[in-house]
Structure formats: structure tokens, C-alpha cells
């Protein structure tokens, strides 16, 4: 809410001695905020002037257009008392106008400076100024033309045109509707600033009695509209031009003048907070009918937009139909225009749900709609009509017509019965109930009673419904600044839980093995899915889909983590980070077949049979771990050479992980997308599936600009945490000799050597305290389709030393086993 | 070797002469000093003092004395061995010391060479910032609570007193999820959590709940369609609005300094009545000298985020017994909070994931 300083003071008097910032920043600590004070000439500097044009030549140009030669007297501004030779392009002018004049030396907004120059054969010493120009609106129609009586020729014409004044903009809280007017702002200036009075109420006048005389009205919804006003003007002048102040304080709230009479309604809007609609009445056809709409009806609303209605819509009609979507917006049909001499006007009061949810379904948001769905004063149709007539005919001439129909009365405010220490008990101040009564009635109220009090809110206040809410008003008022600083005293807490704990541990060792980590945006289409080559059956293409997506790109809640990992990598490839290794620990979205998320009540608290529904209607959301590595491993250097990242650092990059958690992982083949066919693992915990590590499809880094040969992994990390070993017991050591025997066993090269550890670690039996894969070798020796895998095995006994012959036996035992299970063959 | 020397001839046995013996022990003492390394030594100590050395071969020849004549020459040639032997050992240590002394010299390397071979990894400084700030909670014995980032509808808006036609839920551009009427959103704030702990737990209550929260906003320098929240709920008897400003000024000092505390402004919030815009001091001017301060652009005060009293509406819809306990909330935005911490403009390096952004911030902040 943007308005003129000087407005504000026309309903209330401020003390002299509060300066502007004073003023808001009291106001910004009782809830206005300030959002901040600008001032209309800010952007002009220099000598801007009344001038008097003396003559005016018009000179037709080559190019087709005809110039003004003037010369405009500007008295001693320039220095000289001579006339200033000027040349304007406008024609909305004639000798002896008062005009606006930026001399040489002039900028106008836009850092457009001003200098003699010569144009069209003379030198041109200054501008004649359009409103436009000096940024006052978009009106480039001609150029301002002063009234008579303005000023004298020479005098600075800031003040004239309002260019020195103080705009003050508000932001204004939803519930603080009546704000969003100069009478509300008003009213606040009064209650919050030491020594402000004489509070001079904008809708407090006398209206004339209603009559049968006016046009009639029939409200068939009373609960959507309980008060209809309509006042008729006859004879208005609909050339008349908008007064300046008006003009310039629409401007300065940030309206755009458009015509008198639409003008007239939105300044009593602004003014009183009571939204207004002018109808031409010479398009009104038989009498007003208020209902609801019927599901389809359609409406052409002044927008142009043609509207399908909903049964819930509040229209206004009549004989010729639909003519307004009541206290959203006007129709078409009825719209005054340049040739509107009678005008009717509607000041009603609506449901202001009714008007959210109309504003929202037809997604229209007016100054009107912005009022009406956050709740006006209903007591107030009358004064705001009879304020339009008023300033219709003042400044429009006709007359006001004496037919006045009101129909309906004012809702009853409710009656809140709070406690007359709950603003002390709230806000941990000291508040008397005494002062809380006085601050209740400052803003309004009526109160009643003591020790419990009966509390009536102003008709202006429908956002005051609860206790709570009367004791948001005392303690404002007394001061949030006033509110003392105490540290609450929480009983021993638990601290962070053991899955917090693990998910920092997980943090912490994908840092130390060298990952960066990144946060994506949890966004997916089907080209990112169609990038990782997934099958059409593959369970990760249903994604949850957004009604509303950002980008239609991306509607979907992404079940992988990798296609904004690959993204993210490609990207830092692209600005020259040729080695990225980086991993992301966050949610995914996996959709499965559920029953609604019910609405709940709120009187009460839910059943834990509606909780469960509640949860068992969300999907799954399992925090995964995604992993992306491309470049280079190890960097090469003066030590040597570097070490491209290979499938098994992905594989790596989840075993660490595991041991941190303790737990002990296993790999198996697998063919899954994104990853290459044959270098893909899966990772198993047991019988169960954590996810899958590897080298990357080489289409896949293709699709996302990454080099060949990059690789991922991607786990679910709650199925990890959920087994993660929580009281490991300590280790026991044997300190008996240790006994080595090495062994390289030939094996198809389709033999998996996780395969044959597995067989040598059960054929080597309990003396076996290690075994480690050192060496796989492929050639000639071994034969073609066959490899060797190598393994140091390492013997000991708990409590005693092996003797002679002990751990060849277990070693050629465990290689039986291995011969049997994968066909092994011992070099 | 000779045989017993019977017959007293000390012209046979004239290696054992004294001059003889000195001879040999200065020889030996000579090629010892002249010896330059250690393996000139070596082969010093096979001539000298190895089992063909003079020395050595006249120890022998003792026995072939007469007994009168043993002790003399024993003495003579053991006192020359033990001079020799002494100086060897001596020489033995110098050249060692002298040797490992080159060898440590011709081993030196430019120490000043990169060592950065393995890759370094780094946490992302939001997760970093969460952390630190449920640290500084959890110091003051509340809890962390989490909850689902897709969520119910009802948890997200209806009972945070967010009902249907509340014009609030058009301040906050909603993700919804289809269908439609599966009333599915995905949170638009962490306060489900709050809701969802209410509802599971007893008073007293000290939670706070960082995460990621999603509104539909236009990615730019200071919107993001997903960013950071942390909220944190108290429910416990006599909770007062003094208590709220107490947290919040703990929280504020330890996160940007000894001394900076908060302001309070009026301001609307369905979930909190009274409600407040909660502002931090700015803790680079301190609120000294503000006009020409760039992280709080004059104004002293920081914005930071919203707060106050949970609505006894709030209370009812999630089983807390409103006339027994009364509880306050607030929230303030991690990103935000990370962004004038650490005088970032541009929230989007926060989501863009150049590597060299995190790795700026290594493991700590």
C-alpha cells in the first residue's frame, strides 16, 4: 500500500516534532512495516519551471510533422527575464497557457539531460514537459498544461505537481485488511504515534435515508451479499477530467488514472477501503438481481476474458443476463465508457470467502478482489456510495439522484470473551488489565466486564474473531519491543538420534574418500529418464507428478538421484573441472498405489486410524545416496602418472560408506541402467538389494556430457541405516605365529571371483583369519576365456601355534571346494 | 704356525721386537685416519687388524717366546691391538656419521612440491549450517525432528490453522502433486513436522526441525523453488513470548556472534498468535554506523524470519490441551541465514553444484 504522506495527514494529525522516519518506524514496530519512502521527483534535478507560453508558431517540417516554435516566458529562471525560444512537438496547447518547463541544465528521469540545442532550424533552450516525461504516469498525449491560477511564470513547479512529496509504502499483513486504506492507516498513525489526534474518520458522514426511489435490487443470496448500496448520478460530464490531487494520488499508489468516473471509484477505495463498481447505467436492463451463479454460465469480464462460471460464483445480473462478477470484477456489457453519462454505483458487501475462492478460480487478483476476500467494513456501504456521488459531481457535474437503495444490514460483529491477563500471560510482560482494556479500545473495541472480558470488535476489525487475536492487539500495542529476553529451561534431551549421527558419519566419510557433496533440485522429466536409458518398464519411470511444475520439462518428483548428479557433473566438466567426484544424500520419491490423504477435522485431535491413513496415502520417500565420479582418481604429477576412476571407485565409494556403518557388503554382477552391461555391481546386504554401483553406459555420459568411462553409484541409504551395527563388540587377536599360503586359481573368466573367495573361505575353515584377492591375470599362460585370481591366504590359530602341515592342509582344502563350486584349477 | 720356541733367540722372533710392534700400530693408526670412507675402512680392518694382519701374525709368534719374554710382548702387542682396535672404532663412528650426513644431504627433495594426489572432498556448506544449528539446539537440550518432504495436505496448511479459503495459502505458492484430490503437497514449510510431533509426543515439547522445504518461485538471485527452513517448536506450561525472544537471542548470538540479539515486528502467521517478524542485529555494524553497511543496507537489522505464539487452534488440531500448556514457534530460512553469514549475494551457487563452491567451505564452518 503506497500513498502520499500529506494524505495520510488529511485524517489525523501528527505532532510537528515526528519526523517522517519516526513516524515509520513506530508504525513498522506496531505492524506497518515500512517498505520504504520514495519520492516522485527524485529522478529530476534541476531547474524544472511554470512557464507562460507567449507565442507559438507552427512550422510544418519535411519529414511531415509540424513543430511549435514558442517562446515561453519563465521569468528571471534563466537568468536573463527573457523570453526562452523552445521548440515542442505537441499541439494540446495555446498562447498564454501555463505549461512546465525543465530549463538547460535539467534531468529528467531516465538520466535524460536537458541542453540548448538546435532542432529544426533554431536553437531549442529547454523542454515543455508531457507527464511522461517527468514520470508521472504513461499519458504522452501532449504535455502538461497547467490551470490558470497554478503559479507565476519562474516558480519551481515541483510542488505543483506533487513531485516533492513523500510516498510512503506499507506492507500490509494479510489479516490487516482495513490497512489497505487511508483510513485504517489513519487510525494506526493514531493509536501508535505519541501525541497524533484529531482522527477525522473519511466514513463518517450523513447519508440520506434509504428509498424506494432508486434502482431497484434484488439480493436472492443474502449470505454472500448482505449489504447492496446503489446511488445513481444522471447528467455527468463523462469528458471532465480528473482532478490533479486525484490523479496524483492514484499515481502514488500506484493506479493509473483511467477517467474520472473510474478514478472517483478506486480514490474512495483507497480511501475508505470499501471497493466500488460504476456501471453505465443507460446498459442496465430492468432491475439488479445479486445470486449465485449457475455451473457454465458465461461472463465477459472488463478484462476481455471471456469466463466459464462455477456455482459457487457471487454474480450480479439483470434482464440481459450475467452483467458482473460480484466484488471480483465488472462485466463488459455494462463497463462505463468515454460516453457514460449516467452512473450507477455499487457499494456492497460480500462473503469474503466467496470472493477467495472466485478470485482463485478464475486466478483474477484486483485491488477490489484483494480487499473483498481479506474483509472490509460492512457498515460503510453507504457512507462510500454517497462519497462517490459526491466527488462524481463535484468534479463531473450532473446530478445526484435522489432515488437511495440500500438492501440488507451489516453482519453483527461477534463477541470474543478473553481473560484479562492473557495479554500478560502471552507475552510475559506485565500488563494490567487496565491497559489491556485501554489498548482493546484504542483500536476499536468495546469492551465490557472485568476480570473476564467481553470484547466487541469495530466493524472494520473482521480479523478479530479469537482471545488470541485481541491479545495480539494488546501486546502490539504496548510494545513487542518491551518483551523481555528469557531462555527457556528444556528438561535433558536425547540429543541428535542414532540415524542423525550416521547420516553426519555417511557425510563425513564420503568427504574424506574425496566427494563433494551437492544439492540438486529434486525435479525429473522424461528426457532426463530417457537420458539414463531406462527401460519402459523400469519402476523409476512413475514419478509423482506436479499439477503445477516450474518447468514442464521437469513435472515429476525424481526416484534417482543420478540424472541431476550426471547434470551437475557435466556441468562442472563444462566450466573445466575435468576430475569431479560428487555425491548428494537426499530424498527420493517413489509413487505407489494409495487411497486420498484425507482432510481432517481441526476441532479435535485426529484418530491415530486417520493419522495412519494420513501416512500410508504419502510416498515412499527413501533417503538415497547418489555417487558420480568422472576424470581422474588420482591426479597425475610430478610422481608419476594419474589414475583414471574406474567402476571400482564406485563400488568403493558405497563400501566405505558400509564400513562406516558397519556393515559388510556384497557385490554381484548386474546389467541395470544407467551402467555399462558388464561393469555393473550390485550391492547386497544379505539377501537384500542396496543399490548398484559401476561404470557408466557409454551412451549415458554421452547424453549428459560427461567423457566415457565415468561412473556412478546410487543406494538406498535407509535400508543401509536401518541394519547399520550398533554396539560392535571388540575384536579378540590371537598373538600365535601367522602362516601364509598363497594360491592362484584358473577360473572361466565368467567366474565371478567374489564367487571363489566365497568357496575358499568355506573350504578353508576356522583357522582361516584372512583372505585377500592380490593379483588377476589373463594371457597366454592361463588360455584363452580363462583368468587367474590370486589370493593370499592367511592361517592362524586362536590359541596356539599351527603345526607343520596344518595350513597347507586347510589351504588345499579350501581350493577343493573352490575346484568344485567354480571349477577352479590351481596353477 | 711355529713350533714352540725352545731356545731363546730373540733375533728369530724379531717381529715381537718393540720398534717393530710401534711400527705396525702406527701403520695401522695411519691407514685408519687415511681411510676416507667406509669402505676403504673396510678393507683398513682386514689389513690391519684381520687375522693376516701384522699384528695378528705377531700375537701368534707369543707362544713361540720363552716364558720370561711372553708377558713383555703380550702386553706390547695387545696394548698396539687395543690402540688399534680403539682408533678403528673411533674412525668407524666418524665416517658413519660423516656418511649418513652426505647420504641425508644427497637425499634432499624440494619439500615445496604439490602433494595433492588424492582427491579432497567437502560437505556442502547448507548441510554444514543445518548441522551447526541443531547443534546449537540440541546444546540447549532440545531435539532434531524430521518429516516427509512430500506431504499430507492437511499436515501442511489445515492444521497449522491454514484452512481452505485461507488467503495465506496463496502466500505460499504451493507444489501440488497429482491427482488433484489426493491433497498431496510437497511441504511448503518444515511446520508439518512440528504438527507431526505434537501429534506423537507428550509435553513437554523442545524440538526443532531443519529441511528442505519447496514453493513455486522463479529461480533467481534471491528465489528458489527448493531451499532450507529450520523451525523450531516449544510446548511446555507458562511458555510466554519472553521465552521465544530468549531462544531466539541465544540462537542469534551463537550463530553470528556474543551480543547480537533480535527484534520483534507485529505480523501475521496462521500457525502463531500473536505473531512476529523476527529481525537479527546486523553483526558486521552492529547496528553502529548502519548507513554505509553493506549486509544490512543501513537498516541495523536483518530480517530473518517469523515467530510467536502457537495458536491454541494449532494446539486443539493437534491433541495439546491448550488451557494446560501453551507453546511458540518459529522459522527462519538456512540458505538465508548461510547467505549473510557468509556474505553470499546470489542464493544459486547454494544449487547450481559447482564443486569449487563446496570445496570452498571444506568439512567445517
Wanted: hydrophobic share 40%; glycine share 10%; aromatic share 6%.
Amino acid at each position: 500500500m503506497k500513498t502520499p504522506l500529506s494524505w495520510i495527514t488529511e485524517y489525523v494529525d501528527v505532532p510537528d516534532h515526528v519526523s517522517t522516519d519516526e513516524l515509520t518506524a513506530r508504525l513498522t514496530l506496531t505492524g506497518l512495516k515500512l517498505e520504504g519512502i520514495h519520492s516522485p521527483g527524485a529522478a529530476i534535478t534541476g531547474p524544472l519551471v511554470v512557464g507562460r507560453v507567449l507565442t507559438m508558431e507552427p512550422e510544418p517540417q519535411k519529414n511531415g510533422k509540424t513543430i511549435n516554435w514558442c517562446t515561453v516566458d519563465v521569468a528571471d529562471a534563466n537568468g536573463t527575464g527573457e523570453p526562452q525560444g523552445i521548440v515542442c512537438g505537441a499541439h494540446n496547447f495555446a498562447p498564454g497557457d501555463l505549461v512546465v518547463v525543465v530549463l538547460p541544465g535539467g534531468v529528467l528521469p531516465g538520466g535524460f539531460e536537458i541542453s540548448a540545442r538546435k532542432t529544426y532550424g533554431h536553437v531549442s533552450s529547454g523542454m515543455i514537459c508531457s507527464a511522461a516525461e517527468l514520470g508521472l504516469g504513461d499519458d504522452h498525449d501532449g504535455i502538461i498544461v497547467l490551470p490558470a491560477d497554478a503559479g507565476k511564470p519562474g516558480e519551481d513547479v515541483r510542488p505543483l505537481l506533487g513531485l516533492d512529496e513523500e510516498i510512503i509504502e506499507f506492507e500490509i499483513n494479510p489479516d490487516r485488511a482495513y490497512a489497505l486504506s487511508l483510513r485504517g492507516i489513519a487510525r494506526e498513525v493514531l493509536v501508535s504515534v505519541d501525541g497524533a489526534s484529531g482522527f477525522r474518520d473519511p466514513a463518517l458522514r450523513d447519508t440520506p435515508a434509504a428509498n424506494d426511489q432508486g434502482h431497484p435490487v434484488v439480493v436472492e443470496d443474502p449470505t454472500g451479499c448482505p449489504v447492496f448500496v446503489a446511488r445513481t448520478v444522471t447528467g455527468f460530464d463523462p469528458t471532465s477530467p480528473t482532478p490533479d490531487f486525484i490523479a496524483q494520488r492514484l499515481t502514488a499508489a500506484g493506479m493509473r488514472p483511467i477517467s474520472l468516473a473510474v478514478d472517483v471509484t478506486n480514490y474512495v477505495m483507497l480511501e475508505t477501503g470499501r471497493p466500488i463498481h460504476g456501471y453505465d447505467a443507460d446498459a442496465l436492463q430492468g432491475p439488479i438481481v445479486v445470486r449465485r451463479a449457475r455451473a457454465g454460465e458465461r461472463l465477459t469480464t472488463l478484462d476481455g476474458t471471456a469466463r466459464t462460471l462455477s456455482d459457487e460464483d457471487l454474480v450480479v445480473t439483470d434482464d440481459s443476463g450475467i452483467i458482473g462478477l460480484g466484488g471480483v470484477m465488472g462485466g463488459e456489457s455494462t463497463e462505463m465508457s468515454a460516453t457514460t453519462t449516467r452512473v450507477l454505483v455499487e457499494a456492497a458487501h460480500w462473503d469474503a470467502t466467496s470472493m477467495f475462492r472466485t478470485g482463485r478460480r478464475h486466478k483474477i487478483t484486483s485491488e477490489a478482489g484483494k480487499r473483498n476476500e481479506r474483509g472490509v467494513d460492512a457498515t460503510i456501504c453507504e457512507a462510500a456510495a454517497d462519497r462517490v456521488v459526491e466527488l462524481l459531481t463535484t468534479y463531473g457535474g450532473g446530478q445526484v439522484d435522489p432515488g437511495v437503495t440500500v438492501v440488507g444490514t451489516p453482519p453483527q460483529m461477534p463477541t470474543i470473551t478473553v481473560a484479562g491477563d492473557r495479554a500478560a500471560r502471552v507475552s510475559g510482560l506485565d500488563i494490567s488489565e487496565e491497559r489491556a482494556v485501554e489498548a482493546l479500545r484504542a483500536v476499536g473495541c468495546e469492551v465490557t466486564g472485568t476480570g473476564t472480558l467481553e470484547v466487541t470488535p469495530p466493524p472494520w476489525r473482521p480479523d478479530l474473531t479469537d482471545p488470541q487475536d485481541t491479545t495480539e492487539e494488546v501486546i502490539r500495542l504496548v510494545g513487542y519491543d518491551t518483551i523481555p529476553s528469557v531462555l527457556p529451561k528444556a528438561p535433558g534431551g536425547r540429543g541428535l538420534t542414532r540415524t542423525q549421527l550416521l547420516r553426519r558419519r555417511i557425510g563425513r566419510t564420503m568427504a574424506g574418500a574425496g566427494y563433494v557433496e551437492v544439492v540438486t533440485f529434486p525435479f525429473v522429466g522424461d528426457h532426463d529418464l530417457d537420458a539414463l536409458g531406462l527401460p519402459a518398464d523400469d519402476p523409476r519411470r512413475t514419478t509423482l507428478r506436479l499439477s503445477n511444475p516450474l518447468s514442464s520439462e521437469a513435472p515429476g518428483m525424481t526416484t534417482t538421484l543420478l540424472p541431476a548428479l550426471l547434470r551437475t557433473a557435466g556441468k562442472n566438466v563444462g566450466l573445466g573441472t575435468t576430475s569431479v567426484a560428487i555425491f548428494e544424500a537426499a530424498p527420493v520419491t517413489l509413487p505407489r498405489a494409495t487411497e486420498p490423504a484425507p482432510i481432517l477435522p481441526v476441532d479435535r485431535r485426529p484418530t491415530d486410524a486417520e493419522l495412519d491413513a494420513l501416512t500410508k496415502a504419502l510416498p515412499d520417500q527413501p533417503l538415497h545416496l547418489g555417487v558420480v565420479a568422472t576424470g581422474e582418481a588420482e591426479a597425475a604429477g610430478w610422481w608419476g602418472d594419474g589414475r583414471a576412476v574406474s567402476w571400482s571407485d564406485a563400488v568403493d565409494a558405497v563400501q566405505v560408506v558400509a564400513e562406516a556403518l558397519g556393515l559388510d557388503l556384497t557385490s554381484r554382477p548386474a546389467d541395470t541402467a544407467p551402467w555399462h552391461p558388464g561393469r555393473c555391481a550390485a550391492l547386497l546386504l544379505g539377501d537384500v538389494l542396496v543399490g548398484h554401483a559401476g561404470e557408466l553406459h557409454p551412451r549415458v555420459c554421452a547424453a549428459f556430457g560427461l567423457p566415457p568411462r565415468s561412473v556412478a553409484a546410487e543406494v538406498d541409504l535407509d535400508v543401509m541405516l536401518e541394519h547399520a551395527v550398533h554396539l560392535r563388540p571388540s575384536p579378540t587377536f590371537s598373538s600365535y605365529p601367522v602362516a601364509k599360503e598363497d594360491v592362484a586359481l584358473v577360473v572361466d573368466e565368467t567366474v565371478a571371483a567374489a564367487d571363489v573367495e566365497a568357496a575358499l573361505r568355506e573350504g578353508a575353515g576356522p583357522l582361516l583369519e584372512s583372505i585377500r584377492l592380490f593379483d588377476v591375470y589373463t594371457g597366454e599362460q592361463v588360455g584363452e576365456g580363462k583368468k587367474s585370481l590370486a589370493f593370499a591366504l592367511r592361517f592362524r590359530a586362536p590359541d596356539r601355534t599351527l603345526k607343520e602341515g596344518e595350513s597347507s592342509a586347510a589351504r588345499d582344502a579350501a581350493v577343493r571346494v573352490a575346484a568344485e563350486r567354480t571349477g577352479a584349477v590351481q596353477r | 704356525m711355529s713350533g714352540p720356541n725352545t731356545e731363546y733367540d730373540p733375533v728369530q722372533v724379531t717381529p715381537l721386537d718393540a720398534d717393530q710392534v710401534e711400527a705396525m700400530r702406527e701403520a695401522a693408526v695411519a691407514a685408519i685416519a687415511a681411510a676416507s670412507d667406509l669402505e676403504s675402512l673396510k678393507a683398513v680392518r682386514l689389513e690391519h687388524v684381520g687375522d693376516r694382519s701384522p699384528l695378528a701374525l705377531a700375537n701368534r709368534e707369543i707362544g713361540a717366546l720363552p716364558p720370561q719374554a711372553r708377558k713383555d710382548a703380550g702386553q706390547r702387542i695387545g696394548q698396539a691391538r687395543g690402540a688399534v682396535n680403539k682408533a678403528l672404532a673411533e674412525r668407524q663412528v666418524q665416517l658413519e656419521a660423516e656418511h649418513e650426513e652426505r647420504m641425508l644431504v644427497e637425499e634432499t627433495v624440494d619439500v615445496t612440491l604439490p602433494t595433492d594426489r588424492a582427491r579432497r572432498g567437502s560437505r556442502h556448506p547448507i548441510t554444514l549450517q543445518s548441522e551447526l544449528i541443531a547443534d546449537i539446539f540440541v546444546a540447549m537440550g532440545w531435539e532434531i525432528a524430521e518429516g516427509p518432504v512430500v506431504e499430507a495436505e492437511w499436515l501442511n496448511f489445515d492444521a497449522l490453522n491454514l484452512g481452505p479459503d485461507h488467503p495465506a495459502r496463496t502466500m505460499q505458492d504451493t507444489f501440488w502433486t497429482e491427482p488433484a484430490d489426493h491433497h498431496v503437497v510437497l511441504r511448503t514449510q518444515t511446520s508439518p513436522v512440528q504438527a507431526r510431533t505434537m501429534l506423537t509426543r507428550t509435553p513437554p515439547i523442545y524440538v526443532a526441525c531443519p529441511g528442505r522445504v519447496f514453493r513455486t518461485d522463479e529461480y533467481d538471485a534471491t528465489h528458489s523453488p527448493m531451499f532450507h527452513q529450520v523451525e523450531g517448536l516449544v510446548v511446555d506450561e507458562g511458555i510466554t513470548m519472553a521465552h521465544l525472544k530468549g531462544s531466539l537471542d541465544h540462537l542469534a548470538s551463537q550463530l553470528f556472534g556474543d551480543g547480537i540479539d533480535t527484534r520483534f515486528r507485529p505480523s501475521y502467521f496462521p500457525f502463531t498468535e500473536p505473531s512476529a517478524e523476527v529481525d537479527v542485529r546486523c553483526f558486521v555494524c552492529r547496528g553502529v554506523d548502519s548507513d554505509s553497511c553493506r549486509t544490512c543496507r543501513g537498516e541495523g537489522w536483518i530480517e530473518w524470519g517469523g515467530c510467536g505464539v502457537v495458536n491454541p487452534r494449532v494446539l486443539v488440531a493437534c491433541g495439546v490441551d491448550p488451557e494446560t500448556y501453551s507453546g511458540f514457534a518459529f522459522g527462519m530460512g538456512i540458505d538465508r541465514s548461510f547467505m549473510f553469514r557468509h556474505n553470499l549475494e546470489d542464493l544459486r551457487p547454494l544449487f547450481e553444484g559447482d564443486v569449487r563452491f563446496s570445496s570452498a567451505f571444506g568439512s567445517e564452518i
